[in-house]
Nanobody, 120 residues
Framework: VQLQASGGGLVQPGGSLRLSCTAS????????IGWFRQAPGKEREGASC????????YYADSVKGRFTASRDNAKNTVYLQMNSLKPEDTAVYYC??????????????WGKGTLVTVSS
């Protein structure tokens, strides 16, 4: 199982980015896939998750209303649209398989992350 996050970069506060998560060797549609982030010196934080069974999405309070998760099963890709970005969103973002999607916990497989830097 190999997940790959991409789409990070440098953006000004208030800007937007779209992260993509692709996989080699397995079909994302069969799994609850989400995103967690880790900023320097801080604990890992679950940001969002999208359920495999019904497509319901879950978000951390810190990103609710600004981030939107989606999936394109035909492309075997999961996305995270991030709008109204704030400096505190700066972190390395990882896509992962989640055991407990609704509580944004139980990440058990992830790959290389992508760095998001929000700064003026």
């Amino acid at each position: 199982v190999q997940l790959q996050a991409s789409g990070g970069g440098l953006v000004q506060p208030g800007g937007s980015l779209r992260l993509s998560c692709t996989a080699s060797g397995f079909t994302l549609a069969y799994y609850d896939i989400g995103w967690f982030r880790q900023a320097p010196g801080k604990e890992r934080e679950g940001a969002s998750c999208i359920s495999s069974s019904d497509g319901i999405t879950y978000y951390a309070d810190s990103v609710k209303g600004r981030f939107t998760a989606s999936r394109d099963n035909a492309k075997n890709t999961v996305y995270l649209q991030m709008n109204s970005l704030k400096p505190e969103d700066t972190a390395v973002y990882y896509c992962a398989t989640f055991r407990y999607c609704s509580s944004l916990d139980g990440m058990y497989s992830w790959g290389k992350g992508t760095l998001v830097t929000v700064s003026s």
